[in-house]
């Protein structure tokens, strides 16, 4: 009796020894998880610097672009994220003008998911000057679309951080979209070539202010084209991101960095936005600048990106499909 009563006692203790430690290790996950995320100073940062007066506008060709790269390059470095290309830089000839993309690569964990790739960009040109309002002419592009830059490097940060990506994914910062997508259109026509496994192509445009009374944080354009906003919303337990019917009316699934990468591969690509004509009366203003942003905002929605694609990098199936 005695012996079946101590055994008893050590099996008890053995019990709550194991689940203290379960869950001093949950709550160390949750307390790590919320260190990595993207903090409000950190968007900031990367905001001050792209939408400076400093950077002239970012315009294609200038010395303000030239900064805005080096920038990128070292937040890469910074954070050991690759060069896809022997360097950082993609380089194109863009109507006449030398410019390029900045492609980072995170190489998946697993040995056959990281055969495809994840393609997570913005366009970081602008168009550099616009019509003098109070001495100011330097068109600083802060929601268009230094805000969409700060989430491709928020995002690539925090993946490279964790490196749970199962996938391998590249963070592409691209040149001459004010041009006509011709950043883009290069580097689709290029991953063509080499015949890389492209399973999405996620893109930010233009998320620097909340929506105006949506239910949604964000919107995602062609919606109907494929079943990426269902995913995303069923990856984020919320609903995350909904359908704009401006975004139809004006054809932003052709307007935007996504569209080469749907012309040359044919799989879902398609631009993450929160411009819903009504919130924002900037565009291609020299009022485009910092003080016009929402950088809790921009956080928020940086982090509630940030699960749904390491969802899209670890499932086992390409679960996103066009229609």
Request: aromatic fraction near 12%.
């Amino acid at each position: 009796m005695t012996k079946n009563i101590l055994i008893i006692l050590i099996s008890i203790l053995f019990i709550n020894c194991k689940q203290g430690t379960i869950a001093q290790s949950q709550t160390k996950t949750v307390e790590n998880a919320s260190a990595e995320k993207t903090k409000v100073s950190d968007v900031a940062a990367i905001m001050n610097f792209l939408a400076s007066d400093e950077l002239e506008g970012r315009d294609t060709g200038s010395e303000g672009l030239e900064k805005a790269a080096k920038f990128i390059e070292e937040e890469f470095k910074k954070n050991k994220i690759a060069p896809y290309f022997e360097t950082y830089r993609d380089a194109f000839d863009a109507k006449g003008t030398a410019t390029y993309n900045v492609v980072g690569f995170l190489k998946g964990t697993d040995d056959e998911l990281s055969k495809e790739f994840i393609i997570v960009g913005a366009h970081f040109d602008h168009i550099g000057t616009g019509k003098e309002v109070n001495g100011d002419v330097i068109a600083n592009g802060a929601n268009d679309n230094a805000a969409g830059s700060s989430a491709v490097i928020s995002l690539a940060k925090q993946f490279a951080r964790l490196k749970n990506n199962k996938r391998s994914i590249l963070f592409v910062l691209f040149g001459a979209e004010e041009r006509g997508l011709l950043g883009s259109a290069h580097l689709a026509k290029v991953l063509k070539e080499k015949n890389i496994n492209v399973y999405a192509m996620v893109n930010f445009e233009m998320i620097g202010v909340p929506l105006n009374d949506k239910p949604y944080k964000a919107y995602i354009t062609g919606y109907e084209m494929s079943n990426m906003a269902q995913k995303m919303n069923e990856y984020a337990g919320s609903e995350l991101i909904g359908y704009l019917p401006k975004a139809k009316e004006f054809q932003l699934f052709r307007r935007s960095d996504n569209y080469p990468f749907y012309e040359q591969f044919k799989v879902p690509c398609q631009t993450i936005s929160t411009f819903d004509f009504t919130n924002y009366d900037y565009y291609h203003h020299v009022d485009d600048e910092i003080s016009e942003m929402n950088f809790e905002f921009m956080a928020e929605l940086i982090n509630s990106c940030f699960p749904v694609l390491t969802k899209m990098a670890n499932t086992s199936d390409k679960e996103i499909k066009l229609n």
